[in-house]
């Protein structure tokens, strides 16, 4: 049974910078991709960021992100990280990690195991 466990959310100020983790467990394919996704109030969820495990970690951004968010993988630990910098109010979101075999593009946000989240708030 996939596990996914996210952790690092809470309340930050405008321009401020956080860390989540992702931690996996149970997954028994070898070759996978793991995402970011958020979901703000009262808004359809949205990707954030994806990486492949395998190979050289290819990444994808979505362009609400770019060059702010960083997403990385720790393959000992089987932890996905999402660094996000610059942070601002319209970032406030529940974040959500996810995972899938490697079958499709990077950015085809279309996943099949889900963690349960955590809040993100960024608010002077």
């Known amino acids: 049974q996939v596990q996914l466990v996210e952790s690092g959310g809470m309340l930050v100020q405008p321009g401020g910078s956080l860390r989540l983790s992702c931690a996996v467990s149970?997954?028994?394919?070898?070759?996978?991709?793991m995402g970011w996704f958020r979901q703000a109030p009262g808004k359809e969820r949205e990707f954030v960021a994806a990486?492949?495990?395998?190979?050289?970690?290819?990444?994808y951004y979505a362009d609400s992100v770019k060059g702010r968010f960083t997403i990385s993988r720790d393959n000992a630990k089987n932890t996905v990280y999402l660094q996000m910098n610059s942070l601002k109010p319209e970032d406030t979101a529940v974040y959500y990690c996810?995972?899938?075999?490697?079958?499709?593009?990077?950015?085809?946000?279309?996943?099949?195991?889900w963690g349960q989240g955590t809040q993100v708030t960024v608010s002077s």
């Open positions: 996810a995972t899938r075999p490697s079958k499709l593009l990077l950015s085809t946000p279309e996943y099949d195991y």
């Open positions: 149970g997954r028994t394919f070898t070759n996978y991709d």
């Open positions: 990486i492949r495990w395998s190979g050289g970690g290819s990444t």
